[in-house]
């Protein structure tokens, strides 16, 4: 297992509960016209094929006897408008990205997806913190703040911050619009857009939003095109462990 991963270079941690499964790793895809295959062979069924330059995450891998190993992997083909697509890929042909560096604007169907997580989230907690209480009950605490207006300090905005067993909750409001702008998951059952929850697993989070678009270490992020919302889950033996969900308020 050392041996194969030293040769692709992914310095992926392996798992002694299940040989093969490794802790996910964001990498590029290189060459043009990669296959993706359903078995990790050379003789499996091609189902897709990477044009060059995709962002994929790669969740297992298999060493058999080629120099590099099969990755298992998920992304989203065509880049970025396409389905989302798990199947293997020969290790040749995957690069880690760097560590802490968003990839850019996502757009199309990868989008349209974070777009379908934040609507799904701010059904379940509402666009207000009377519509929170209303659904999840009384909070721990509330802390609201009023502030001056970013580029018209007449104009007052107020953050409204809900505490939760498990759930910090942050809206904005000015006398023309409100918005939830952050979910954060720490413990219990609640859930961010359709699959997002503690003790999900990576493919879980990564077939509802797609490739991941950031990581670092075992932090992964997803942003809506306009980079003003994001979402990032930490990930740990298998299963998402916090999950954050913030909006910058222009």
């Known amino acids: 297992m050392k041996v194969c991963l030293a040769a692709l270079g992914l310095l992926l941690a392996a798992s002694a509960a299940c040989p093969g499964e490794v802790d996910p790793v964001l990498v590029r895809i290189t060459g043009s016209s990669v296959n993706i295959r359903s078995e990790a062979s050379r003789t499996g069924k091609v189902i897709g094929r990477f044009a060059g330059g995709e962002p994929a995450v790669v969740l297992r891998e298999k060493q058999d006897a080629d120099v590099y190993p099969?990755?298992?992997?998920?992304?989203?083909?065509?880049?970025?408008?396409?389905?989302?697509v798990e199947g293997w890929v020969y290790g040749r042909y995957a690069e880690p990205l760097p560590q802490g560096e968003w990839?850019?604007?996502?757009?199309?169907?990868q989008g349209r997806?974070?777009?379908?997580?934040?609507?799904?989230?701010?059904?379940?907690?509402?666009?207000?913190?009377?519509?929170?209480?209303?659904?999840?009950?009384?909070?721990?605490?509330?802390?609201?703040?009023?502030v001056a207006g970013r580029h018209?300090?007449?104009?007052?905005?107020?953050?409204?911050?809900?505490?939760?067993?498990?759930?910090?909750?942050?809206?904005?409001?000015?006398?023309?619009?409100?918005?939830?702008?952050?979910?954060?998951?720490?413990?219990?059952?609640?859930?961010?857009?359709?699959?997002?929850?503690?003790?999900?697993?990576?493919?879980?989070?990564?077939?509802?939003?797609?490739?991941?678009?950031?990581?670092?270490?075992?932090?992964?992020?997803?942003?809506?095109e306009a980079e003003y919302a994001t979402l990032q889950v930490t990930f740990s033996g298998g299963k998402a462990l916090l999950a954050d969900f913030s909006v910058e308020p222009d």
């Not at 107020?158 to 702008?181: C, H, M, N, Q, V």
Request: aromatic residues 12%; charged residues 25%; without cysteine.
């Open 103 to 109: 990839l850019g604007n996502p757009a199309g169907a």
């Open 113 to 146: 997806a974070f777009n379908a997580f934040f609507l799904a989230t701010r059904e379940r907690f509402g666009s207000t913190a009377e519509e929170a209480v209303m659904k999840l009950g009384k909070p721990l605490s509330r802390n609201d703040r009023e």
């Open 70 to 84: 099969w990755l298992l992997v998920i992304a989203r083909v065509p880049w970025p408008d396409g389905p989302v």
């Open 152 to 224: 018209d300090p007449s104009y007052m905005v107020t953050f409204t911050d809900l505490s939760y067993p498990g759930l910090e909750l942050r809206y904005f409001s000015t006398k023309d619009s409100r918005a939830l702008i952050g979910a954060r998951v720490t413990d219990g059952d609640y859930v961010l857009g359709r699959s997002v929850r503690l003790d999900a697993s990576p493919r879980e989070v990564y077939m509802e939003l797609g490739p991941p678009l950031f990581q670092d270490g075992t932090v992964f992020g997803w942003s809506d």
